[in-house]
């Protein structure tokens, strides 16, 4: 029964570990940012998105990336289309909430919501992501 508890709390433990050598070194804690990829329809849509996701404060910077040709299948039929990106830079313990949140107020029936961890970057610039989203 011990053997089974540690294993199961061997993630949580893990992860307490790293931050804590990240807070005493002062070095960087790989993944604990993300950025989000969404999809949108169109200007407008990713706009009206993106202002309700910094009104939330589920992030700390939008980027709007201009139309870009997408290709996929929808219904069993290859569709195409344009499509706006948004690039949203946030804290990893916010995916689950900005994607949820996301799925809530995007009109796709199916949005496109992808993450992936930063790994590295400015140390200053996910400093000032730290400081404008706010911890769990």
Request: hydrophobic share 45%; aromatic share 8%; charged share 20%.
């Amino acid at each position: 029964e011990v053997l089974t508890l540690l294993v199961l709390m061997y993630p949580l433990l893990r992860g307490l570990a790293l931050q804590l050598h990240s807070a005493a070194t002062g070095s960087y804690l790989p993944g604990t940012h993300s950025i989000a990829f969404v999809s949108c329809l169109n200007e407008q849509i990713a706009r009206d998105i993106a202002r309700a996701i910094m009104d939330k404060k589920l992030a700390a910077y939008v980027n709007i990336l201009p139309k870009s040709s997408a290709l996929y299948f929808w219904k069993g039929e290859l569709e195409e289309s344009t499509e706006i990106l948004l690039l949203v830079k946030t804290r990893t313990s916010k995916i689950g909430e900005l994607s949820n949140y996301v799925r809530s107020i995007h009109p796709f029936e199916i949005p496109e919501i992808i993450s992936l961890p930063i790994d590295q970057g400015n140390p200053l610039y996910l400093k000032w992501i730290d400081e404008n989203v706010p911890r769990d």
